[in-house]
Nanobody
């Protein structure tokens, strides 16, 4: 069983920064990738950013150049630094993890990010 614990988020004004973190714990063999997705009411969950075990990253088009994903492999923790926030970044952000030799996808409980003046 794998458990993802998210922290961070909250409220920011446009142009400000926020950070998120997500730590994985439980029983697994080897981490494949971790990342962040976000969802607003009535819309599908969308990619924010992912990072794999080799440090390769992938970003959604709407956050490129503003958000940075990083990880601490030894602690199975992923971070998301969100800069130059916009109102359209307002969403519930979900952490996701995938592990080698495990067909399941694991999700965190979600954390709210609100960008408003």
């Amino acid at each position: 069983q794998v458990h993802l614990v998210e922290s961070g988020g909250g409220v920011a004004q446009p142009g400000e920064s926020l950070g998120l973190s997500c730590a994985a714990s439980g029983t697994f063999i080897r981490l494949n990738y971790m990342g962040w997705y976000r969802q607003t009411p009535g819309k599908q969950r969308e990619l924010v950013a992912t990072i794999n075990e080799y440090g390769a990253t992938d970003y959604g088009d709407s956050v490129k150049g503003r958000f940075t994903i990083s990880n601490d492999k030894d602690r199975y923790t992923v971070y998301l630094q969100m800069n130059s926030l916009k109102s359209e970044d307002t969403a519930v952000y979900y952490c996701k993890a995938n592990f080698w030799f495990d067909t399941s996808e694991y999700w965190g409980q979600g954390t709210q990010v609100t960008v408003s003046s």
